[in-house]
């Protein structure tokens, strides 16, 4: 099993520009979420799923989308980097207990 | 919002040395959890506790829920350079199910040899 993996680890982009992460997870989970991680601000939920097909808003939602579209899959979408969307972005799924597992990260930077 | 307040921030201590850090809130949550986040990883969980007033011990690591379900602590006896991390906090607010966390701002630990 590899768990949680995330795609890609790291990323440079210019403001204005677009781009796709990708997380996915074979330990057929429901949940899947999408946090990003800045000093001194813990984990803030960006957006979740609660099942294939389905998506909800987390704490900071705005400027980003995603997409449920196969269970084992969860995209988040920037659509016009900015550069208070510079953060690690980190991707967990859950099952039915309460333990989240969480992958590696993307550092993504926005010049 | 930021419903989780964990203190310390940072905390430097000597090896074998016994610490604490303390998770709180205003709002009262169906779970928490505590988890280790190391340089360049993704957060690895230590411990749910779901019982008012619950305590679970892993270890040198002990882990209290407060009897109202609002507060948590994390006390580390001995501690050791391999403890060192940034230790979070997570709840599931009652309010919002048991699928939605939120997570407290850490605090980072380091244990000097």
């Known amino acids: 099993n590899a768990g949680v993996t995330q795609t890609p680890k790291f990323r440079v982009l210019k403001t204005g520009q677009s781009m796709t992460l990708l997380c996915a997870q074979d330990?057929?989970?429901?949940?899947m979420y999408w946090y990003r991680q800045d000093p001194g601000m813990g984990l803030r939920l960006i957006h979740y799923?609660?099942?294939?097909?389905?998506?909800a808003k987390g704490e900071v939602p705005d400027g980003y989308n995603v997409s449920r579209l196969k269970k084992q899959n969860f995209l988040l979408g920037l659509e016009s980097a900015a550069p208070s969307q510079t953060s690690v972005y980190f991707c967990a799924s859950k099952g039915q207990n309460y333990e989240q597992y969480f992958g590696p990260g993307t550092r993504l930077t926005v010049t | 919002t930021q419903l989780l307040e964990q203190s310390p921030q940072f905390l430097s201590i000597q090896e074998g040395e016994n610490l604490t850090v303390y998770c709180n809130s205003s709002s009262v949550f169906s779970s928490l959890q505590w988890y280790r986040q190391e340089p360049g990883e993704g957060p690895v969980l230590l411990v749910t506790v779901v019982t008012g007033g619950e305590v679970k011990k892993l270890k040198r690591l002990t882990f209290q829920f407060g009897d109202a379900r609002k507060d948590s602590s994390l006390h580390i006896t001995a501690a050791q350079p391999g403890d060192t991390g940034l230790y979070l906090c997570a709840g599931t607010p009652i309010r919002s199910g048991t699928y939605k966390y939120i997570f407290g701002t850490g605090t980072r630990l380091k244990v000097l040899a």
């Open positions: 330990m057929n989970h429901e949940y």
């Open positions: 799923s609660v099942g294939e097909g389905t998506t």
